[in-house]
């Protein structure tokens, strides 16, 4: 298949200060040989490193001093001949080293392209594609074993073995059905799709079960500080995003970067909200009054509800409870170096089963506790980061979603002793549908959108 050769600057992962430049397509090799110097990089042995200069062909005008990596097909990622060129010089330099290419035959690769040819070209599975979509996204060691683990193909790998289930199932209602004479096999049959059905939705469940904490590694959990003026609240966050833990991310995706701020609490990444400016102006959380917390609460996921030990609980405090209710709350009492005149039946009684938290921010007493009990909320005790395949994509959700309906229509067409031929359009659907996780049967259009999302140079 003629592939047009396209290029792109391809950053990788972890390895911020080396930029490189990658081609990939029949043209690779001729393209780099073309502004190369030092020696015909088309004869050389696949997978080596050249050191060389890029030289501007017209004019020999020297563009770069560089390292070649030379990857011919089919043992590359795309599957095509590839060429990195490692640039030690910087954004400047390595844009240079782009336009030269680009001027000599590539073109810019879009967005995710990269990852759409190693897919077209089946090196890699449509979840696999994606996975190296949210790799490239993640914000923590957490989120980012998770990613590499739905890379190494487990995620597809289960995800193949229910559609092994499903379709031995499938063949066996077939048999009964050009057989129908067998009543025992029929009860048989009735049996045996009840107990592949139910194991099914047993994994699929629990696949979606993953996917919430898939979602918060994926994108931080959205925390809000809330509280009465004076509480603690620029307190804690200074003691949560002390320095060392501090992770300053930028977003793509909106039409300006965002900053946001990042913390890693035990493997758990914390979203601050709206938190912008308040390291700069201290007392900026002081203004936040309820009002602005009532706001701060639609986009969390977390509330932090700081109170101070030191005075009774307010009919203020009790409408901070109020508008939290529906969502996981953690409660601080804070300054519990100071006499403490807040009652804590009250405060038990009013948190409703939330964990309650004693600290002294001054003193950096209950911190510990703190993070805990934040680790616990989301983790349960019960993830293992160590052997669980995550589900932490939107459209793997929706599949799962529609998999797990179509499977409990067979179940009752089951329980109800309907034709055999009805429970197996319910089940072949939730085998189309598990298809469409590892990318079989996808429309043209699908795969355009997906791939679209990606950084370029992917
Ligand atoms: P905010 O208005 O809720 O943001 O509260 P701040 O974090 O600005 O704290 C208000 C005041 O309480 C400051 O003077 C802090 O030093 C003080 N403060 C915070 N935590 C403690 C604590 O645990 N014990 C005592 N004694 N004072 C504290
Ligand atoms: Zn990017």
Same mark, same amino acid.
């Given at each position: 298949?003629?592939?047009?050769?396209?290029?792109?600057?391809?950053?990788?992962?972890?390895?911020?200060?080396?930029?490189?430049?990658?081609?990939?397509?029949?043209?690779?090799?001729?393209?780099?040989?073309?502004?190369?110097?030092?020696?015909?990089?088309?004869?050389?042995?696949?997978?080596?490193?050249?050191?060389?200069?890029?030289?501007?062909?017209?004019?020999?005008?020297?563009?770069?001093?560089?390292?070649?990596?030379?990857?011919?097909?089919?043992?590359?990622?795309?599957?095509?001949?590839?060429?990195?060129?490692?640039?030690?010089?910087? @954004?400047?330099?390595?844009?240079?080293?782009?336009?030269?290419?680009?001027?000599?035959?590539?073109?810019?690769?879009?967005?995710?392209?990269?990852?759409?040819?190693?897919?077209?070209?089946?090196?890699?599975?449509? +979840?696999? %594609?994606?996975?190296?979509?949210?790799?490239?996204?993640?914000?923590?060691?957490?989120? @980012?074993?998770?990613?590499?683990?739905?890379?190494?193909?487990?995620?597809?790998?289960?995800?193949?073995?229910?559609?092994?289930?499903?379709?031995?199932?499938?063949?066996?209602?077939?048999?009964?059905?050009?057989?129908?004479?067998?009543?025992?096999?029929?009860?048989?049959?009735?049996?045996?799709?009840? &107990?592949?059905?139910?194991?099914?939705?047993?994994?699929?469940?629990?696949?979606?079960?993953?996917?919430?904490?898939?979602?918060?590694?994926?994108?931080?959990?959205?925390?809000?500080?809330?509280?009465?003026?004076?509480?603690?609240?620029?307190?804690?966050?200074?003691?949560? %995003?002390?320095?060392?833990?501090?992770?300053?991310?930028?977003?793509?995706?909106?039409?300006?970067?965002?900053?946001?701020?990042?913390?890693?609490?035990?493997?758990?990444?914390?979203?601050?909200?709206?938190?912008?400016?308040?390291?700069?102006?201290?007392?900026?959380?002081?203004?936040?009054?309820?009002?602005?917390?009532?706001? %701060?609460?639609?986009?969390?996921?977390?509330?932090?509800?700081?109170?101070?030990?030191?005075?009774?609980?307010?009919?203020?405090?009790?409408?901070?409870?109020?508008?939290?209710?529906?969502?996981?709350?953690?409660?601080?009492?804070?300054?519990?170096?100071?006499?403490?005149?807040?009652?804590?039946?009250?405060?038990?009684?009013?948190?409703?089963?939330?964990?309650?938290?004693?600290?002294?921010?001054?003193?950096?007493?209950?911190?510990?506790?703190?993070? &805990?009990?934040?680790?616990?909320?989301?983790?349960?005790?019960?993830?293992?980061?160590?052997?669980?395949?995550?589900?932490?994509?939107?459209?793997?959700?929706?599949?799962?979603?529609?998999?797990?309906?179509?499977?409990?229509?067979?179940?009752? +067409?089951?329980?109800?002793?309907?034709?055999?031929?009805?429970?197996?359009?319910?089940?072949?659907?939730?085998?189309?549908?598990?298809?469409?996780?590892?990318?079989?049967?996808?429309?043209?259009?699908?795969?355009?959108?997906?791939?679209?999302?990606?950084?370029?140079?992917?």
């Amino acid at each position: 298949m003629e592939q047009d050769t396209i290029a792109a600057i391809s950053t990788p992962l972890g390895e911020g200060a080396i930029a490189i430049v990658r081609l990939s397509g029949d043209e690779a090799l001729e393209i780099a040989n073309h502004v190369f110097s030092h020696k015909n990089l088309t004869d050389v042995t696949s997978h080596t490193i050249h050191y060389g200069t890029l030289v501007e062909p017209e004019t020999a005008d020297k563009v770069e001093e560089v390292m070649v990596s030379v990857m011919k097909a089919p043992k590359t990622f795309t599957r095509e001949d590839i060429v990195e060129i490692n640039c030690h010089g910087g @954004m400047v330099s390595v844009n240079r080293v782009l336009q030269l290419v680009l001027r000599h035959g590539a073109r810019l690769a879009e967005p995710g392209e990269f990852t759409k040819r190693a897919f077209l070209n089946g090196r890699i599975d449509l +979840s696999q %594609a994606e996975a190296v979509m949210d790799l490239i996204r993640s914000k923590t060691d957490r989120a @980012m074993s998770l990613a590499l683990k739905q890379m190494d193909g487990r995620l597809s790998q289960l995800i193949r073995d229910l559609r092994q289930q499903l379709i031995e199932t499938v063949a066996h209602v077939e048999v009964n059905i050009d057989y129908p004479e067998y009543d025992d096999v029929e009860e048989m049959t009735n049996e045996l799709l009840k &107990q592949r059905a139910q194991y099914v939705k047993g994994e699929v469940q629990s696949l979606l079960r993953t996917a919430k904490q898939g979602k918060i590694l994926r994108e931080g959990i959205g925390t809000a500080i809330i509280g009465k003026p004076n509480v603690g609240k620029s307190s804690l966050m200074n003691i949560l %995003a002390h320095d060392d833990k501090a992770i300053v991310t930028e977003i793509p995706g909106t039409t300006r970067d965002v900053i946001e701020e990042y913390v890693n609490v035990r493997g758990v990444p914390l979203r601050l909200i709206d938190t912008a400016g308040i390291r700069e102006t201290e007392d900026i959380v002081e203004k936040i009054g309820v009002e602005r917390s009532r706001q %701060a609460l639609q986009d969390a996921d977390l509330i932090l509800l700081v109170l101070n030990g030191n005075e009774p609980l307010t009919e203020e405090d009790r409408a901070l409870f109020e508008a939290a209710r529906d969502l996981d709350v953690i409660v601080i009492v804070n300054k519990t170096d100071l006499e403490q005149q807040i009652n804590m039946d009250d405060v038990n009684e009013v948190a409703q089963g939330a964990p309650v938290i004693t600290t002294s921010l001054i003193e950096e007493q209950g911190i510990d506790e703190l993070e &805990q009990a934040i680790a616990d909320t989301f983790f349960d005790g019960e993830v293992d980061q160590g052997d669980l395949t995550y589900v932490s994509n939107v459209r793997h959700i929706q599949l799962l979603e529609q998999a797990q309906d179509a499977l409990n229509d067979a179940l009752e +067409s089951l329980e109800m002793d309907m034709p055999l031929d009805l429970v197996q359009i319910d089940i072949t659907r939730t085998w189309e549908l598990l298809g469409e996780i590892i990318g079989e049967d996808v429309s043209d259009s699908l795969i355009d959108q997906l791939f679209s999302q990606f950084c370029l140079g992917k």
